[in-house]
């Protein structure tokens, strides 16, 4: 306690730190309301990030502020900090904070969550000068220019230079990666009515799998799944090439590990992440992925009231005794874990351990396209794809947000095209203004 009032702090706003906080809300509001505790989010963004929309936000489906939520209205009953952790001093329990507006800032704590979750990797030669990135807001910037710049080259070119243009590769064959090369086939796919000048051109995408097959991270067994995407992909004209790594990228394209190399014009990059050391928390044990290891109440072992959740942490699956995996939906449920704990130790209460065993993943290949598990029972097509629709809309953290971007969806069911194309004012069709306004006062309240 420090002056009377128990401060929380939650660093980050992703998925962790939103369901860490609203676990403590419900658990604490009588003790907030009292002044008794106080909880503060650390974070150099206004916005959460939703990610599962990633590659229908790059296609034009969903906006790009449709897929973000305010962290003022996530966090209502919080101080949000704007400026990033830079040190945390475990034995003065407070942080050092740089704060957007240039200046440092000291932030005490009573509890803390290490809710920084991942950054997009760099282990590759010369990724980070010519490779394309997706997690941060800035990198899925870029990447979303390039896309939309190289297709408008490509409209604008003759058939040998736009079949150039529209070579990509695209590192990493998991849930991220096959989704991207999926939705960019499709989106290609769709703007040849827009662009009649490239309906003689097949863009050529390639899939590099260091594995033996695609999506590594799901069991073997999933063999429907794994059999819908490869179908799916060949579809598209996609080329997987399996067992083969990128071993340098340079600005002409990919060398991979067999000696052969692709030109191409764009480097998608979705193999993995890494975890940021903080100062501070060097001596906190970790795995080969760099995660901070915490025990089965989400606490970093020998640090009173350092919690953890999310991708920058290990946790272990109470089933299966091997790490969860890192993905939104362990990130939100490890978040309310802690969260529910936090308020637990504020109360003198006893801690649980977590004890959530998961539920399954998902993915979108294109419209309709789905490939999802739930409790090991597999979907594939229309099915799959709306019990991930579903799904993301619940766990949308603004209701407001969510509404704008059904609309969205509306707007494409509706008029068949994409919203973000640049499409003109005067093409919008007017029943899916009518739709778009029908939803209004449902996001305006
Ligand atoms: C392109 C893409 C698509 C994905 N699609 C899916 C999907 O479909 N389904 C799924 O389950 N998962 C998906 N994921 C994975 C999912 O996004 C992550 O597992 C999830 O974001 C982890 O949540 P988190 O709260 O741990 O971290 P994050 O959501 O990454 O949040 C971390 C927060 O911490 C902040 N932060 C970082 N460093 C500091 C610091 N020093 N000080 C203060 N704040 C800091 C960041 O700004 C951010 O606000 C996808 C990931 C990517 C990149």
């Known amino acids: 306690m420090k002056n009377?009032?128990?401060?929380?702090v939650l660093i980050g706003g992703g998925y962790a730190?939103?369901?860490?906080?609203?676990a403590i809300v419900n658990e604490l509001l009588i003790e907030m309301i009292a002044g008794k505790v106080q909880i503060r989010i650390i974070c150099p963004d206004d916005f959460h990030f939703f990610h599962g929309w990633t590659a229908e936000s790059l296609m034009g489906i969903v906006g790009d502020h449709n897929r973000m939520s305010p962290l003022s209205e996530v966090f209502k009953n919080a101080e949000i900090i704007k400026g990033r952790v830079v040190h945390i001093n475990t034995r003065c329990r407070n942080v050092r904070v740089d704060l957007n507006n240039g200046t440092r800032s000291i932030v005490p704590y009573d509890q803390i969550l290490l809710g920084m979750g991942s950054a997009d990797s760099d282990s590759i030669v010369g990724l980070s000068e010519y490779a394309y990135q997706l997690k941060s807001q800035n990198a899925y910037d870029q990447t979303k220019s390039r896309i939309n710049n190289l297709i408008r080259q490509a409209a604008e070119s003759d058939c040998q230079t736009a079949r150039k243009l529209l070579r990509f590769v695209i590192a990493g064959c998991g849930f991220t990666g096959v989704e991207v090369a999926a939705n960019l086939a499709e989106f290609i796919h769709a703007l040849k009515k827009q662009y009649p000048s490239l309906c003689n051109i097949r863009?050529?995408?390639?899939?590099?799998?260091?594995?033996?097959?695609?999506?590594?991270?799901l069991g073997r067994n999933f063999r429907r799944i794994r059999q819908y995407a490869d179908k799916t992909l060949l579809q598209y004209g996609i080329k997987?090439?399996?067992?083969?790594k990128i071993n340098r990228i340079s600005d002409k394209g990919a060398y991979l590990s067999d000696g052969s190399f692709i030109e191409s014009e764009m480097i998608i990059s979705t193999i993995g992440q890494t975890r940021l050391v903080l100062d501070g928390t060097e001596n906190m044990e970790r795995d080969s992925e760099k995660r901070i290891i915490t025990n089965s109440f989400l606490q970093v072992n020998h640090h009173r009231g350092i919690w953890g959740a999310g991708d920058s942490v290990q946790v272990m699956h109470p089933g299966t005794m091997s790490p969860c995996p890192s993905n939104a939906l362990w990130a939100i449920k490890q978040g309310e874990h802690a969260g529910?704990?936090?308020?637990?130790?504020v109360l003198n209460q006893s801690l649980k351990p977590f004890t959530y065993k998961g539920l399954g993943q998902c993915a979108s290949l294109g419209i309709g396209k789905g490939i999802g598990e739930l409790h090991g029972i597999q979907f594939t097509g229309w099915l799959a794809w709306i019990i991930?629709?579903?799904?993301?809309?619940y766990f949308m953290p603004s209701k407001k947000v969510m509404w704008r971007e059904i609309s969205d969806w509306f707007y494409l069911f509706i008029s068949g095209k994409r919203k973000y194309v640049n499409i003109p004012e005067n093409e919008i069709g007017i029943i899916s203004k009518i739709s778009i306004n029908l939803l209004k006062p449902l996001y305006e309240n």
């Open 388 to 393: 991930r629709w579903f799904f993301f809309q």
């Open 240 to 244: 997987v090439l399996n067992q083969l």
């Open 4 to 8: 009377g009032t128990t401060q929380i």
């Open 340 to 345: 529910k704990n936090i308020a637990r130790a």
């Open 203 to 217: 863009p050529s995408i390639y899939l590099i799998n260091s594995k033996e097959e695609l999506l590594p991270g």
């Open 17 to 22: 730190s939103v369901w860490a906080y609203r």
